[in-house]
């Protein structure tokens, strides 16, 4: 790498750390306000997140759906696309993968799985190409129609999974997903672990190598860039705007598709309802954090993943109520959305030698 | 006598660069003073230390006899200094009135006092003969009277030296005339204008002194009355330039584009292009002229696969190309440099290397299958960096970095590195630098030389004149009259511009 691109990308990085160091200590400031101890608040929240190898692992899982949100979020926003829909397209991947993850008999485990995990993927990436379609041909707005689609997504899964396909039983739920269907999880491999961290999570990691691939190392996701920075030049460049923008929802929503599958098939093995807390707009703020870039993402989804697990373990050792991680998350995208903020508290040197 | 204001010794260091080193600029009351020089020479720097964007390292500023220090933009504005940005910072949905007083707005209690502004505005317009319409919006002006409205954005504030940054390059030549007639008027109320630009045409029109910069530094300062365009030129580059595109007869062979009866609509559904027959010969450059909005863009768009034709057709090389989407038509060789390089022409926030294979990025080398292939489309932008002498740190710098002159290099390296049959150049040397525009004309003519066929579109009649083997005069879309060079003169075209046929 160049000495430019290191300086870049440590430049990248320095807006989201800042971020989140000022992030804490506003929740500092708002502890020190209720009466409770903000270092020992911190340090519940730490090991909570990190104490022993079962929490990370936990961690882990708690990070893994918000890995493959963000992604979606940011692959649709580098062509210029907001996806705020990926919740609802992450609800129908769940419904496909728990309904042909629960019901297909007498399949082996190498097909059934990889069936499985597509027919997720394909589920999100056809809900998320309604509104991508609807944008390309007829110039409807993504943010409205995606918004729009969730409330769909919330109705129809709520009707299926409350009646068409519930389970016998007192909760909501379908059918257990046969064990030919299953991604594996770490406590069943270890005795020392109950965790429910599963290999979705190694499937997260591929997944961001994969969206990093493509965006920058193939002329999909140079196009996809093209119509994102710039529709008119891309146009001048041969490229099909339209054709992108329903490209790129359809991964998307597939990535919205892979989140809901993972959390039926490795986390809950079935789909319970209401089985998401907003995974999906929780990746807006991830993708935000991460600067809409896989690594960004992958990392910003582990701090994410460890705040909500951390802080139910600080609001079990401590008195701090467990609202303040909301508040500590809205605090940090704040300040990353509020870069400018960050960029006078910690002033760099001007990039300004082709400005003369 | 005393100058209003005095800028000595300014140096200011950029991490690698040295953007100003020493540099000293006085301005005297009531004169008009031109800072000129290529991209990257410094004046940006200078006059955005001057407005308090940037902090000298070195050397102090006097102004109105006081030495002092400006720490940013509002300290310029109380102190009676205005700009004019060449990109203007206007609302589009606000009125003339609401945007001149913006930021600085007359209230009555808490309330916005509308009248007071419509009538401030109306008085500041009549004071200083910049007539305007004080209720229009923004979004539904000319940009003439947009600059308008933001000269009258820094007298509301009380300037009383305005810097105009490249204030000509989006006027038309009667609106760069008017630009002028109030810039005089302005001077003759008492105020100074620092007047950056690089043509230097009207430098010797407009400008009372001229202080020419060069990497950095100043070269000197001349009275305008005592130096000429060509004495410019050499100390702004440091060497001699050809003011004149120096080419030999045309040899042009047989029919390249041919174009026939083609018509077209604008954005808003209109006829713009309308019935419009031409050919073009290899060999030979067919210049357009025309005021700008009488349907080149549109035709050029047609021409390129960017817009659709209503009737017509375009054969190249007797292949009928009507109507072929932009990525067929340019796999037909033919090249394009568009009149708007920022939205058109490049991807600001791509490298340079990633710009030099737009709309060729799925072609081999760059890409196998979907794989592109970095080390080649590096090895492609090095190549054309060195080859087209694109002045960049490295390829991997963004485009929107570079300066104007470095960045219709890369188009045109691009567009032309293709080996087209047809090249297509539209206002090629728009806000670009002499330099550049010397290595751009030789480029076109190279282009010809080696046999393609040129269609050039350019707003500058000089630049048509001077390159073109064939004139085709354009006028509300329609070709009034296809000259040969050599007959055409200023005047004749003049008239057809404006419509009128012998």
């Given amino acids: 790498m160049r000495k430019e691109d290191i300086q870049d990308n440590i430049r990248e990085l320095l807006i989201p750390i800042g971020a989140i160091i000022l992030g804490l200590l506003v929740g500092a400031v708002i502890m020190l306000a209720i009466g409770a101890n903000p270092i020992e608040a911190y340090k519940a929240l730490f090991i909570g997140a990190f104490g022993d190898m079962n929490k990370f692992a936990n961690t882990l899982a708690r990070s893994t759906p918000l890995i493959f949100t963000g992604l979606a979020v940011a692959f649709a926003f580098r062509c210029g696309l907001f996806n705020i829909g990926v919740e609802g397209q992450l609800y129908v991947g769940a419904l496909a993968a728990a309904f042909v993850g629960g019901n297909l008999t007498g399949l082996p485990k190498i097909i059934h799985l990889p069936l499985t995990i597509l027919a997720g993927m394909a589920a999100g990436g056809l809900w998320a190409a309604i509104p991508g379609f609807l944008k390309a041909k007829r110039g409807v707005h993504e943010v409205i129609n995606t918004i729009m689609m969730n409330f769909i997504a919330y109705a129809l899964i709520g009707y299926l999974v409350a009646d068409v396909l519930k389970a016998p039983g007192q909760t909501p739920r379908t059918v257990p997903i046969l064990p030919s269907a299953t991604l594996i999880r770490l406590g069943e491999l270890v005795n020392w672990s109950n965790s429910r961290l599963s290999i979705g999570f190694l499937i997260g990691l591929i997944a961001c190598a994969i969206i990093y691939f493509v965006l920058w190392k193939t002329t999909i996701g140079y196009e996809v860039r093209s119509v994102g920075l710039s529709p008119l030049a891309a146009e001048y460049g041969g490229i099909n705007s339209n054709r992108k923008i329903i490209l790129a929802m359809v991964i998307s929503g597939a990535l919205g598709g892979l989140a809901g599958a993972e959390r039926v098939l490795g986390f809950d093995r079935a789909l319970i309802l209401g089985f998401s807390p907003g995974f999906g707009f929780e990746g807006i703020a991830v993708a935000l954090l991460g600067r809409n870039h896989p690594v960004g993402v992958l990392l910003g989804a582990l701090l994410f993943g460890a705040l909500s697990n951390g802080g139910a373990w600080m609001n079990f050792t401590t008195s701090v109520p467990v609202d303040l991680i909301v508040v500590l998350q809205a605090v940090i995208i704040f300040f990353v959305a509020a870069d400018q903020i960050i960029r006078v508290i910690f002033p760099k040197k001007r990039k300004d030698w082709g400005a003369v | ?502």
Avoid: W
């Fill in chain 2, 1 to 502: 006598m005393q100058p209003i204001l005095s800028m000595e010794g300014i140096t200011k260091r950029f991490p690698g660069v040295i953007a100003n080193d020493g540099v000293n600029f006085d301005l005297r009351a009531g004169e008009i003073h031109a800072l000129v020089g290529e991209n990257g020479a410094g004046k940006s720097t200078l006059m955005n230390i001057l407005f308090g964007l940037y902090q000298p390292d070195e050397g102090r500023i006097v102004y109105k006899g006081e030495e002092l220090t400006i720490d940013e933009p509002n300290q310029a504005i109380k102190l009676g200094i205005g700009m004019v940005h060449q990109h203007f910072k206007l609302v589009p949905p606000l009125t003339v009135t609401e945007n001149i007083v913006l930021g600085s707005e007359p209230k009555s209690g808490l309330k916005f006092d509308r009248k007071k502004a419509l009538k401030d505005v109306e008085a500041l317009s009549e004071k200083y003969g910049l007539l305007v319409d004080p209720n229009a919006k923004i979004e539904n002006i000319s940009v003439g009277m947009q600059q308008r409205v933001e000269i009258l954005k820094t007298l509301y504030r009380g300037a009383d030296i305005i810097i105009l940054d490249e204030p000509t390059a989006v006027l038309t030549p009667q609106e760069v005339k008017e630009l002028f007639d109030i810039l005089k008027g302005l001077t003759k109320q008492g105020k100074s204008i620092i007047f950056i630009t690089h043509k230097l045409g009207e430098v010797m029109e407009i400008t009372n002194r001229a202080t020419v910069m060069r990497r950095g530094k100043t070269i000197g300062t001349v009275e305008t009355s005592e130096t000429s365009p060509t004495h410019l030129a050499e100390m702004m580059v440091g060497r001699q330039v050809l003011l004149r595109v120096e080419k030999e007869e045309a040899k042009p062979g047989k029919p390249v584009l041919r174009v026939d009866g083609l018509s077209a609509n604008d954005d808003r559904g209109l006829l713009s292009v309308n019935h419009v027959s031409f050919e073009i010969r290899e060999g030979e450059i067919l210049g357009i002229a025309g005021v700008e909005g009488n349907g080149q863009s549109e035709l050029l768009e047609v021409l390129t696969g960017l817009r659709k034709p209503v009737s017509g057709e375009v054969y190249l090389n007797e292949k009928k190309i009507t109507g072929l989407t932009a990525k067929e038509i340019k796999n037909h060789q033919v090249g394009y440099v568009p009149e708007d390089r920022h939205k058109r022409g490049l991807v600001l926030d791509f490298s340079v290397s990633e710009n030099t294979i737009l709309g060729i990025h799925s072609r081999k080398p760059f890409a196998k299958g979907v794989n592109l292939d970095y080390k080649a489309i590096n090895n492609h932008a090095d190549h054309l960096i060195e080859k087209f002498d694109v002045r960049t740190p490295n390829n991997q710098v963004h485009v929107r970095n570079l300066s104007g002159g470095n960045q219709q290099k890369i188009i045109i390296a691009r567009e032309l590195d293709t080996d087209p049959v047809l090249f297509i150049a539209s206002q090629p040397t728009r806000g670009v630098d002499i330099g550049a525009i010397e290595f751009i004309h030789r480029q076109i003519v190279d282009a010809r030389d080696n046999g393609k066929a040129v269609l050039l579109v350019s707003a500058e009649l000089q630049e048509v004149m001077s390159l073109s083997d064939r004139i085709a005069v354009i006028y509300e879309g329609e070709i009034v009259d296809i000259l040969e060079a050599k007959d055409a003169t200023e005047d004749k075209l003049g008239l057809l511009m404006a419509g009128i046929k012998k």
